[in-house]
């Protein structure tokens, strides 16, 4: 191979490389603007989302705040349960005992009513 012919051949090969490597070059630098251009809107996206993670934060703490009301109130609740099963039986107790006097006051009435019933005559005349 001649040097002519080399040189021609670089140069020819030259001719057809530098276009094609000032379009890739000139792709290159498009979608890096391109990318640069999208920064402030990702910036935004993420801002959003940051405020969204900060309220979704916010609803965590009152739902939690809630749930400890409620274990509270079950507590309460139970108690209140426990304390009503202990005094069921005393209240029956108390509610025999309150019938009974009942009906030992009617019958000491009944026996009033019936020593009233019989005149004195009755008493003094008896043999």
């Known amino acids: 191979m001649s040097p002519e012919f080399g040189a021609v051949l670089v140069l020819a090969v030259g001719q057809l490389l530098v276009p094609l490597l000032n379009g890739m070059l000139s792709r290159r630098q498009t979608k890096h603007e391109a990318a640069a251009d999208q920064v402030p809107l990702l910036v935004q996206s993420v801002t959003a989302v940051a ?7 916010a609803e965590l703490r009152v739902v939690s705040e809630h749930g400890a009301m409620l274990k509270l109130l079950d507590l ?3 108690a209140l349960e426990d304390w009503m099963g202990g005094a069921r039986p005393q209240l029956n107790s108390m509610a025999n005992h309150v019938t009974l006097l009942l009906g030992e006051r009617d019958a000491g009435r ?12 009755d008493v003094g005349s008896a043999p």
Not at 51 to 57: M, N
């Open 51 to 57: 405020q969204d993670v900060r309220d979704i934060k």
């Open 76 to 78: 309460r609740l139970r």
């Open 110 to 121: 009944q026996l009033q009513r019936a020593a009233q019933a019989v005149s004195p005559k």
